[in-house]
């Protein structure tokens, strides 16, 4: 069975599959890099797919994180990667005239959690989404690609600074090419794919594996529940929709990947081969760079509504770990 882990886009939200991943790795006795062949992420999904992957050092073949240290610096280091000066927050008029946050605050985190590894070191394969602005194209970042030849190997405190830049709220990412011939600028591939899980089962597909043998678990970041008020909204132009619609363009996209995922990948006989948890946030702000410590607290207050195993989620949660821990220990 080829396994796929897809990680959703949402900024601080990713505390939600934080704690999934961390209550999985607990549970099934194994890192999450043993426990899938495929991990997909996009934006804080793709900061959490080369967490989950980067070695302890150069040639380990132990994860430098757990899961829960990876939910620690949504904990410690959050309001750090959302941080900017009152003379910031002036001079680009609260994110209207330019981005939201400078980028030193995510950058410094980015290199302290990542150092020096590289796309090609990851324990498991890795596809990181983004979008390169000067080509107008999406840009995948992969582990398999990276250790060829003839392709970019780049740090992975890059490939998450890429996959990261959310248009209003970071500048886009530089990033050379290993030749230096061409520098890639780049913007969070939420914009096109905030739900990778598709693009993951593209590149399985592509890779010559058999439909029938793949499963695929997809971790949502929660379902944003706000209303827009259409009172307010139709008398809104450029100014007004520029954060909403970045929001309604993301959840939607991730809605729309998951109904074409339940079709093309139905259970066989009682067996699922696709999973997605996700929450509606009931309690929880759906803003990206909502960092205080009682929005973390309702993240995490969310994520445990999920593993309730009294829900048919929880029960399907218990079941995938039970699934994915005979899997390893049958290879």
Request: charged letters at 25%; proline letters at 5%; glycine letters at 8%.
């Amino acid at each position: 069975m080829y396994r796929i882990l897809s990680i959703d886009g949402g900024g601080i939200r990713g505390v939600i599959p934080a704690v999934l991943l961390t209550e999985m790795e607990k549970r099934t006795e194994e890192p999450i890099c043993e426990l899938f062949d495929l991990i997909a992420g996009t934006s804080t999904g793709g900061i959490l797919a080369a967490g989950l992957t980067v070695p302890e050092w150069s040639g380990s073949q132990t994860p430098k994180f757990e899961a829960s240290a990876l939910l620690r610096v949504y904990e410690d280091r959050g309001k750090e990667i959302f941080a900017r000066s009152l003379w910031d927050g002036i001079t680009s008029l609260g994110g209207l005239a330019d981005e939201k946050y400078p980028s030193n605050g995510i950058e410094t985190v980015l290199d302290d959690t990542f150092g020096n590894a590289r796309l090609a070191d990851t324990l498991t394969e890795i596809l990181v989404t983004s979008y390169e602005i000067e080509t107008r194209q999406p840009y995948f970042f992969k582990s398999t690609k990276a250790r060829g030849k003839s392709s970019p190997n780049d740090l992975l405190r890059e490939v998450a600074r890429a996959t990261s830049a959310a248009p209003t709220y970071f500048e886009p990412a530089k990033v050379p090419t290993f030749n230096n011939r061409r520098t890639r600028y780049l913007v969070d591939g939420g914009v096109f794919a905030n739900n990778p899980a598709l693009c993951a089962y593209a590149e399985a597909r592509k890779s010559g594996k058999d439909p029938e043998q793949i499963l695929l678990v997809s971790l949502g970041t929660g379902v944003a529940t706000r209303p827009i008020p259409y009172e307010q909204a139709k008398n809104w132009g450029k100014i007004e929709w520029i954060r909403p619609i970045l929001s309604v363009i993301m959840d939607g996209v991730a809605d729309a990947v998951d109904y074409q995922l339940r079709q093309l990948l139905p259970p066989t006989g009682n067996t699922p081969r696709y999973h997605r948890f996700n929450i509606e946030l009931t309690e929880a702000l759906d803003d990206l760079d909502a960092t205080h410590t009682a929005n973390i607290k309702a993240l995490k207050q969310e994520a445990r509504r999920i593993l309730d195993g009294r829900t048919r989620m929880g029960k399907k949660f218990s079941a995938l770990c039970g699934q994915l821990h005979r899997l390893t220990e049958t290879e």
